[in-house]
Structure formats: structure tokens, C-alpha cells
């Protein structure tokens, strides 16, 4: 089962080299969690991809990830951003520090629980929608204007 998800997520994170050199800045990150297709990502499409990230990396499915658990998740991430090149785009490194241990382990007891990172959806979303206009835009990966 172990490996089943892990191949699920790379087919889902981890788009062709080519396609991501060819896109504009931000759009690998539009691919992956713009859950309705219209271009703009909201709090609660963040909620839900996140949920499902989550479960993803919960390998013993006890609604927490351990340590063990996030070295596979920082791994996967790593390669991830790796293969997305400038599909990145210059929002990436935020998008990075929120799906981090340290970011989402509110209560510093070494794992992230389910609620724990559902919980901080909110405030990873805002630290992404760089123009605060309430969803996140390819505009919130390119240059500011």
C-alpha cells in the first residue's frame, strides 16, 4: 500500500521536466492545487488538496506525520521543485516553508496531526496570495507590479 501511494503522489506533484521548463511561473503550483481548473485557488481548495496531501504521506494512517514520514514528504517536495524548474515561480519558496514541520507543528511535539496541518490551511493561504486579494493567482508567482 506503502508504494501505491507514494507512486500516487509522484503522478500527482511531480509533472514532466519539459512541461515545467515551458510554463510560466507559478502554474506548476495552479496544476497541482487549482482543484476546479478556473485559475484561481481558494482557502478552501488549499483545505481540501491539503487534506489529501496529508493523507498521502500518513504511511501507518494514524493521522500524524512523524519524522520518518516527513523526510519522505521533504524528499518528495525536494524532487518535486527540482523537476518544476522555473514553474516555480518566485512565490516557491513560501509554498515550500508552509508545507514544512516547523511551520505546521503548532504544538512543537515532533509530529503533525491530521488537524494540525488542516488547521494552518488558512494561514499558509495567505502567505502565498502575495496581493492579498483572496485567491492565488499565477500573479502571485511573477513579478510584482
Not at 54 to 81: G, H, I, K, P, S
Not at 95 to 100: A, D, K, S
Request: proline share 3%; hydrophobic share 45%.
Amino acid at each position: 500500500m506503502t508504494q501505491i501511494k507514494t507512486l500516487a503522489l509522484a503522478l500527482t506533484l511531480v509533472p514532466g521536466i519539459a512541461l515545467a521548463q515551458a510554463a510560466k511561473p507559478g502554474s506548476h503550483f495552479l496544476e497541482n492545487w487549482d482543484l476546479n481548473d478556473d485559475g484561481a485557488i481558494t482557502v478552501e481548495e488549499i483545505t481540501t488538496r491539503r487534506a489529501d496531501v496529508f493523507y498521502m504521506f500518513d504511511v501507518d494512517a494514524n493521522d500524524a506525520l512523524d519524522a520518518q514520514e516527513y523526510v519522505l514528504f521533504d524528499e518528495t517536495r525536494a524532487a518535486d521543485m527540482q523537476n518544476a524548474g522555473e514553474a516555480a515561480g518566485k512565490g516557491a519558496h513560501k509554498v515550500q516553508i508552509g508545507l514544512t514541520l516547523a511551520f505546521n507543528d503548532f504544538d512543537a511535539d515532533g509530529q503533525v496531526s491530521k488537524d494540525e496541518f488542516i488547521a494552518r490551511s488558512p494561514d499558509w493561504f495567505a502567505t502565498i496570495d502575495r496581493n492579498a486579494d483572496g485567491v492565488i493567482t499565477s500573479a502571485d508567482f511573477g513579478p510584482m507590479n
